[in-house]
Nanobody, 118 residues
Framework: QVQLVESGGGLVRPGGSLRLSCAAS????????WGWYRQAPGTERKLVAT???????NYAESVEGRFTISRDNRKNTMYLQMDSLQPEDTAVYYC????????????WGQGTQVTVAS
């Protein structure tokens, strides 16, 4: 069974930076896609960024140019460097690992709170 554990959330002032990490324990296969999603109170969970095991990256328009996703396949760890944070970035951030070919999986972390406020 795969477990994803996020860390690195916290309180930061507008314009500040945070780095989130997502570490996976258990068996992870190549050919999957990892991603960061976020959910603000009263809203749906939304995609922030994804990175495939081959290195293909996609960002939501709202974070492009400010956030950087990366992945270390040897360590089974994914990162999200968040710069120029704004109050609208406040949310619970979740990591996800999914594989759409066998062996299939779709794993979520427990989430980490990011609050941007002065």
């Amino acid at each position: 069974q795969v477990q994803l554990v996020e860390s690195g959330g916290g309180l930061v002032r507008p314009g500040g930076s945070l780095r989130l990490s997502c570490a996976a324990s258990g068996r992870i296969f190549s050919g999957d896609v990892w991603g960061w999603y976020r959910q603000a109170p009263g809203t749906e969970r939304k995609l922030v960024a994804t990175v495939s095991s081959g290195g293909t990256i996609n960002y939501a328009e709202s974070v492009e140019g400010r956030f950087t996703i990366s992945r270390d396949n040897r360590k089974n760890t994914m990162y999200l460097q968040m710069d120029s944070l704004q109050p609208e970035d406040t949310a619970v951030y979740y990591c996800n690992a999914r594989r759409r070919v066998a062996p299939y999986y779709n794993h979520w972390g427990q989430g980490t709170q990011v609050t941007v406020a002065s």
